[in-house]
């Protein structure tokens, strides 16, 4: 019997059944951290961009949450100054998602599958993985295959116009109570002008622009908001449902993906015909 969409939340809250390791990027030529399960072969894995000022250490249990679901998640640690390029941290995101399918992770060979990757992110770094996404689907063997962000900024260039290029699965998590990025001309209108059939916009009830992020940090001090567990949980949550659907091909958590949630509502949903 399926599982009802409260039931499948209540079990993606949770950490999944893997034990994670963690390691350095930087170990193989790009600072940044990364998330794996202890083994697996074929895995899917997803680039995480960061938002502004912020060091990836701020979305460790998002990453390792992600991890233990079976998904490896790796956080380029590039372009934090005051006056990033996101057009840069965007080839970074894809150069991590080189990384993670040609070296071999972890001590018992952990391995990526080519054909299972996904791009996320953050404030400006949701915005850099449009960008990233919209550059990918410009090529001739497109690999990306879903995209999810949390109260995405806008970049230069515009992640407006690019997603307009993107037509793999989107999601777009936004914060009802973001005055660094509102939702209506960032996540709302990246969402509006999605290319593709599948793209969902969802608000986060009572949350702020950091709301996602974790621990304390100096840029706190002038960018609205703060770390909200519930915010955390939610993201999690809908994140591990929405990359396990298309990275992995599972149906078990869709019904999760098609119905409201409380304090995170579907705002916009466009679906494929089938």
């Known amino acids: 019997m399926a599982s009802k969409p409260k039931q499948l939340l209540v079990e993606l ?3 999944g059944p893997h034990e994670v390791l963690r390691g350095n990027l930087a170990l193989v030529g790009l600072p940044g951290v990364v998330f794996t399960p202890r083994a697996g072969l074929g895995l899917p894995a997803v680039a995480f961009g960061h938002g502004w000022l912020q060091p990836p250490d701020r979305y460790r249990q998002l990453l390792r949450h992600l991890a233990s679901w079976g998904i490896v998640a790796a956080a380029p640690a590039t372009q934090r100054g005051p006056l990033p390029s996101h057009r840069l941290l965007a080839a970074d995101l894809l150069t991590t998602l080189d990384v ?13 599958d ?3 990757l996904g791009l996320a992110g953050h404030s400006s770094g949701g915005g ?5 996404a919209a550059q990918d689907a410009g090529t001739e063997n497109p690999r990306i295959k879903a995209v999810a962000t949390i109260t995405a900024a806008q970049t230069l260039p515009s992640a407006t116009e690019a997603a307009k290029a993107i037509t793999v699965p989107g999601l777009h998590l936004a914060a009802e109570d973001d005055l660094v990025a509102p939702a209506v001309a960032h996540a709302e209108a990246i969402a509006g002008a999605w290319g593709g059939d599948d793209v969902q916009l969802r608000f986060l009830g009572k949350a702020s622009h950091l709301g996602v992020t974790e621990g304390r ?19 999690r949550a809908l994140f591990t449902a929405f990359l396990l659907t298309h990275l992995t091909g599972t149906d078990k958590y869709r019904p999760l993906l098609e119905a409201d949630v409380k304090r995170a509502p579907i705002e916009r949903e466009e ?4």
């Open 271 to 274: 679906e494929p015909a089938h």
């Open 100 to 112: 993670v399918t040609t070296v071999r992770l972890g001590p018992d060979g952990i391995s990526v």
């Open 217 to 235: 940090h100096w840029s706190q001090l002038f960018l609205q908001g703060k770390p909200h567990r519930k915010t955390q949980q939610l993201t």
């Open 128 to 132: 850099a993985a449009v960008l990233a």
């Open 13 to 15: 809250t949770h950490p």
């Open 114 to 116: 080519p054909a299972k």
